[in-house]
């Protein structure tokens, strides 16, 4: 079993920045890509940003220049710091792992831009 906790998410005015992270815990060989994704109400569930156990990144257009993703692989975990936050922004973001060619997703953290 596999099991991702999110953390870092909240309400922040626009402008702002919040920092997410995930931690991976379980029966765990190796972890590929590590990535967040967002689901806006009434939208569909939308990449934000990926990383590789290479650190080759990719992003979203909506959010270059303003997200950085990052992963420590020791600690097996994934982080998404979060700048010049935007109320477009407001989503339930989502942790994702692939392990063995098979995806994980953690539970969700919202984050919610506003003044």
């Known amino acids: 079993q596999v099991q991702l906790v999110e953390s870092g998410g909240g309400l922040v005015q626009p402008g702002g920045s919040l920092r997410l992270s995930c931690a991976a815990s379980?029966?765990?060989?190796?972890?590929?890509?590590m990535g967040w994704y967002r689901q806006a109400p009434g939208k569909q569930r939308e990449l934000v940003a990926t990383?590789?156990?290479?650190?080759?990144?990719n992003y979203a257009d909506s959010v270059k220049g303003r997200f950085t993703i990052s992963r420590d692989n020791a600690k097996r975990t994934v982080n998404l710091q979060m700048n010049s936050l935007k109320p477009e922004d407001t989503a339930v973001y989502y942790c994702n792992v692939w392990i063995l060619r098979s995806p994980y997703w953690g539970q969700g953290t919202q984050v919610t831009v506003s003044s």
């Open positions: 379980g029966s765990i060989f190796s972890i590929n890509t």
């Open positions: 990383i590789t156990s290479g650190g080759s990144t």
